[in-house]
């Protein structure tokens, strides 16, 4: 769900190519880490949940900073 929010924007008239382009390829990384923690082990969950979450932090702050770059125009 969280992955076809961030498609929105795009869709939505409020974000350009650059957002787009960031929005698919970390959408699909955060995807594939998710992943990792319906399959992992009882060993692994731990750590599999722990990248998930730093990822995240990435990610959030990737999508922020391209809408604000794309808002001033310097993509």
Request: negative net charge.
């Amino acid at each position: 769900v969280l992955v076809l929010a961030a498609m929105l924007p795009p869709v939505l008239g409020f974000a350009g190519v650059g957002y787009t382009v960031v929005a698919a390829v970390t959408g699909v990384a955060f995807v594939v880490l998710a992943r990792r923690i319906y399959v992992a082990d009882d060993n692994g969950t731990e750590r599999a949940a722990g990248d998930l979450f730093s990822f995240s932090l990435l990610y959030l702050f990737l999508l922020f900073a391209i809408l604000l770059a794309e808002a001033m125009g310097a993509v």
